[in-house]
């Protein structure tokens, strides 16, 4: 993890889950975290897949110039990646395993802008369906922020994070290196359990 803001929230998280596997939606109290939110979001993870935003801070908005409430998280990202990240988030779920991505955004005419994305699952009792917590960050805005959209988001890292550790003692294990899985040899909406090639490391043993 990168930046302090990554940190901050992984804290929050981690905090609140206690022993379990995750914290429940119910839990997250935006005031407590409110110098976080303008680079927050949290996703539904919904029977299609498509991870809808269901709360989006003003910089994670300005990032497309748009308003992202309701919008896809996949729609962030090529079509190819959209792919691997669909499996990733479900996989995350499925395992209760916090991510932590690299990726660039480069807007038409505007200069490359390197993003840290954390993405943290929440607990489901008593709502209709679990939801994910994350959050962007960066060294500084650049200047094009609001102003260019950024067509797509390109990965570059992906790690997952054992959460079994304390909060200050992070172990990032790389997930896959490369997002290389073509939409064919990867079916959008694949259980995650039917995934060989989206590992998740936990506690030093490696599940699928």
């Known amino acids: ?11 929050y998280w981690n905090g609140l889950r206690g022993n379990r596997p995750a914290p429940e939606r119910a ?4 005031a407590a975290i409110r110098g976080l939110i303008a680079d927050m979001f949290m996703l539904d993870v919904d029977a299609a897949h498509l991870f809808p935003f269901v709360l989006s801070g003003t910089r994670v908005n300005a990032l497309a110039c748009a308003e992202q409430n309701g919008q ?4 962030l990202w090529s079509q190819q990646e959209a792919h691997s990240i669909a ?11 916090p991510v ?10 505007g200069a490359d802008h390197e993003i840290e994305i954390l993405l943290l699952p929440l607990g489901r009792r008593g709502e209709n369906r ?8 960066a060294t500084a805005a650049p200047s094009w922020l609001g102003l260019l959209p950024v067509k797509n988001l390109n990965l570059r890292s992906l790690h997952a994070i054992d959460a079994a550790l304390t909060p200050r003692a992070f172990d990032i294990r790389p997930l896959f290196a490369t997002p290389a899985v073509t939409p064919q040899a990867q079916p959008f ?5 039917d ?14």
Do not use: N, W
């Not at 993890?1 to 804290?11: G, V």
């Open 1 to 11: 993890m990168k930046y302090q803001a990554t940190r901050d929230l992984f804290d």
């Open 130 to 137: 679990a939801r994910i917590l994350g959050l962007t960050a």
């Open 87 to 97: 499996s990733m988030l479900l996989t995350m779920m499925e395992a209760s395993c």
């Open 27 to 30: 839990e997250i109290d935006l």
């Open 195 to 208: 995934i060989p090639h989206l590992q998740v490391f936990e506690g030093g043993r490696k599940i699928s």
């Open 72 to 75: 896809s998280f996949l729609g």
């Open 189 to 193: 909406g694949r259980p995650a359990a």
């Open 100 to 109: 932590v991505a690299t990726a660039v955004a480069t807007p038409e005419g």
